[in-house]
């Protein structure tokens, strides 16, 4: 069973950039499709990116392409989001999902 834990999350100003980092564990990275989402409270689960097995195809949600990068390192185990000039209406806990599993989440504030 694949177990995720996302880190990175913090508090910015708007128009600064953040990089979250999940690291995933119990299942061969490789074979995984990942995806990015974020939640605020009150609110359902909203898709923000995803990263094909090899890394070679992604996907965004229409608000967050150009801004938003999300990559893999298939050696260290891990999917990175950079997310660059953020909005204060991004202030969301950002969850890292994959084979039907999420992670605990990293809060991101993004306030002046």
């Known amino acids: 069973q694949v177990q995720l834990v996302e880190s990175g999350g913090g508090l910015v100003q708007p128009g600064e950039s953040l990089r979250l980092s999940c690291a995933a564990s119990g299942h061969t990275f490789s074979d995984l499709a990942l995806n990015w989402y974020r939640q605020a409270p009150g609110t359902g689960r909203e898709f923000v990116a995803a990263?094909?097995?090899?890394?070679?195809?992604?996907l965004y949600a229409e608000s967050v392409k150009g801004r938003f990068t999300i990559s893999r390192e298939n050696a260290k185990n891990t999917v990175y989001l950079q997310m660059d000039d953020l909005k204060t209406n991004e202030t969301d806990i950002y969850y890292c999902g994959a084979a039907s599993t999420w992670g605990r989440g990293t809060r991101v504030t993004v306030s002046s």
């Open positions: 990263i094909g097995r090899r890394g070679d195809s992604t």
